[in-house]
């Protein structure tokens, strides 16, 4: 049952207090991220236009993100279905997410392969005590349920190693909701090239417990 304040960030087992379930996500989701938009085609011209790179971004989400992680020159190709380049889109998201902040503290969770965790390891290793942190170049795909988390029993027999991430409040992060119609997942999206410190791993060993650094140490994000 989620209880604000009760737990602690270096204490992974108290963090069932943060961890929100299906029956409550819909009454607490808008005090603590960012109300479900709905479907992006519903919306009033105003917001649509506010939310169209995330909307661009989510279906083509594996371009962009294998695009951040790979490719270091500037792509001016554009992309003639939705008239922009991959860099208008991705410049797009992040300026959304830099709007979009964390009110209240929320774990989440997130299912990754073998390559990214190694990835995420390895682009951290230019930050002090590198071996205790992760960096990923793209934006983070998340979950709020963990029963929704990408995962060989979701059907995702790669990702086997599974993130349980604390994000305190202050996190530039995105409730995605029904916005490309696959509300069930749960989906929260957080911003590129977001550092998380690795605290331990469970117990159970299912797990690596992360928490996402504070505000104020996230030095790439704008």
């Known amino acids: 049952m989620y209880e604000s304040k009760k737990s602690e960030e270096n204490k992974p087992e108290s963090w069932k207090y943060y961890t ?121 795909s998340t979950t709020i349920l963990e029963e929704q988390r990408f995962c060989p029993e979701n059907q995702f027999p790669k990702h086997t190693y599974q993130l349980r991430i604390f994000a305190p409040k202050g996190t530039q992060a995105f409730y995605v909701g029904n916005l490309i119609g696959e509300g069930s997942r749960k989906e929260v999206l957080l911003q590129k090239n977001t550092i998380l410190q690795i605290l331990s791993e469970s117990k159970d060993n299912l797990y690596i417990d992360c928490l996402v650094l504070p505000k104020e140490k996230q030095v790439y994000w704008s």
């Open 20 to 140: 929100l379930d299906d029956k409550v996500i819909a009454s607490k989701i808008s005090k603590i991220l960012n109300k479900d938009f709905g479907n992006f085609f519903d919306l009033n011209d105003e917001t649509k236009e506010k939310l169209e790179p995330i909307n661009n971004y989510l279906p083509a989400f594996n371009k962009y993100n294998s695009y951040l992680r790979d490719n270091k020159t500037i792509d001016k190709t554009i992309d003639k279905t939705i008239d922009k380049t991959k860099d208008e889109v991705i410049e797009g998201v992040s300026d959304i997410l830099s709007e979009f902040n964390l009110k209240e503290t929320i774990i989440l969770f997130r299912g990754c392969t073998k390559e990214i965790l190694d990835l995420m390891k390895s682009n951290a290793s230019n930050l002090e005590n590198n071996e205790n942190y992760l960096l990923d170049p793209s934006f983070l």
